[in-house]
């Protein structure tokens, strides 16, 4: 057989062959950059969130502080120099990841008393001009940063500032003024006078009455109508008087410095009767 239509025919079986292979890569490859509308949409949104300028001040010791959830934070590293990216005291780390994990070391540290620990990552890039991202998930969030290299400048300390802190040091602020200040009363508690004794039974019987020398304050077990509330008497030179007074939720609210009052409901035998005394007298 002659050899060389042997060699033609391998010749061109191979070109087939490796065209069918680049022709399918090339197919697979335009495939796999092609992007649906939706995956579009995504795509915008997400590069949308990491290129917006969020906020960015000045804390405690030089610390760049970014408003965590805001965006994603741009942290700017040296190399030859160390990024310290503190987190928030007591969180513990689960995981770090970094998208280019040959070039970027990210080792952690700790600062601060046990049981308050503060975790930091200290992070350290190999050259210039790189870009990766690095996500760090822990007990009370997830945190997306963006990592830069730059040949001279860099951020030394960056730390966040948390709106849920925010929200729980304001709760807890009201918190204590609440309880600092005794319902229906718009004045503190050691401004108050709490020199009064209830006695008779009732299933409404006064929790607490207190005056604030201009208004005496009756406070009920739970919050009752004003069908159910009972009827006040101030008890004033031996005779029953009747005085402005008016119900909110579970107090009962005198506007009368009261000595002497009675709280009647019912009638006949089903009637209830309870008697308030300034001092006990």
């Known amino acids: 057989m002659n050899t060389t239509i042997l060699n033609g025919r391998a010749g061109?079986?191979?070109t087939l062959v490796t065209s069918l292979i680049v022709g399918t890569a090339f197919t697979s490859d335009a495939r796999a950059q092609d992007v649906s509308a939706n995956e579009r949409k995504g795509i915008d949104i997400s590069g949308k969130w990491r290129g917006t300028r969020g906020l960015v001040t000045k804390g405690e010791d030089g610390k760049i502080i970014f408003l965590?959830?805001?965006v994603q934070p741009s942290v700017v590293c040296s190399p030859l120099q160390v990024c310290d990216i503190e987190l928030q005291p007591g969180e513990v780390v689960r995981d770090v990841l970094v998208g280019d994990t040959v070039r970027w070391k990210v080792e952690p540290a700790t600062s601060g008393a046990?049981?308050?620990?503060a975790i930091h990552l200290i992070v350290k890039p190999a050259e210039p001009g790189l870009v990766t991202s690095m996500v760090v998930t822990t007990s009370r969030r997830t945190y997306h940063i963006q990592l830069k290299s730059h040949?001279?400048?860099y951020m030394a300390?960056?730390?966040f500032e948390y709106p849920d802190d925010v929200s729980a040091k304001l709760a807890d602020?009201?918190?204590?003024l609440e309880a600092s200040t005794v319902p229906g009363a718009n004045v503190p508690v050691e401004q108050l006078s709490f020199s009064y004794s209830v006695?008779?039974?009732a299933g409404w019987r006064p929790t607490r009455v207190y005056s604030d020398g201009q208004k005496t304050y009756i406070q009920f077990p739970r919050r009752i109508s004003g069908q159910d509330a009972p009827v006040l008497f101030v008890v004033s030179g031996g005779q029953n008087r009747i005085v402005n007074?008016?119900?909110?939720?579970d107090m009962m609210i005198v506007d009368y410095n009261v000595d002497k009052a009675v709280l009647v409901s019912g009638v006949g035998w089903k009637q209830e009767k309870v008697t308030i005394r300034r001092g006990g007298r």
């Open 12 to 14: 061109l079986a191979l």
């Open 68 to 70: 965590y959830g805001e």
């Open 114 to 117: 046990a049981g308050g620990q």
């Open 151 to 153: 040949p001279t400048q």
């Open 157 to 159: 300390r960056v730390g």
């Open 173 to 176: 602020i009201n918190a204590r």
């Open 199 to 201: 006695s008779g039974r």
């Open 245 to 249: 007074y008016r119900m909110k939720n």
